[in-house]
């Protein structure tokens, strides 16, 4: 099984991923971790190492699942074949789902510092469909569309369980 995911924030990219993860053993990236210098706020990394690093994930597992919401690392990843998946709930839903979002403790030290950065979040998300870019939905869409392999999009929230 090979399948990445692709949405805005708040989308459930994460919750899909982990869940699948769990249900088959795959192996998971989160985007996230490859994109930006470990320990460093919000410093991007050099674009061909983290493309390195997702093509490096993708040729050690046989079995994995990757969520982001970096088009270009989800085409690094393309060419392995694997189920995209486009998760576009719409902008209430995603927007509900930040505002419930539990600490992440990965991102954030604390769960006052992540409640602290919750307004930008909201207003990165409702600007997912306006903004061009690749972090955008015309972005996604672009991503989405040009992918010859199986794929789906999907417009409510998968129920898991």
């Not at 971790?33 to 460093?40: L, S």
């Not at 690749?134 to 929230?157: I, M, N, W």
Request: net charge negative; hydrophobic share 40%.
């Amino acid at each position: 099984m090979r399948i990445a995911i692709l949405g805005n924030s708040g989308s459930g990219k994460s919750t899909l991923a982990q869940w699948l993860s769990e249900a088959s053993g795959a192996a998971l990236l989160d985007l996230d971790t490859v994109a930006w210098e470990p320990d460093q706020v919000a410093v991007p990394r050099d674009p061909a190492a983290a493309r390195a690093d997702v093509e490096a994930f993708c040729t050690t597992h046989a079995s994995w699942v990757i969520e982001g919401c970096y088009a270009s690392l989800v085409e690094a990843a393309l060419q392995y074949q694997p189920y995209l998946v486009l998760l576009n709930p719409g902008e209430a839903q995603c927007l509900a789902n930040c505002r419930a979002r539990p600490w992440e403790p990965h991102k954030y030290a604390t769960r006052e510092e992540q409640d602290e950065r919750l307004a930008f979040l909201l207003e990165w998300v409702s600007g997912y469909y306006t903004r061009d870019g690749e972090l955008s939905l015309a972005g996604h869409r672009a991503c989405f569309d040009a992918y010859a392999g199986p794929k789906v999009e999907l417009t409510s929230q998968p129920r898991l369980g």
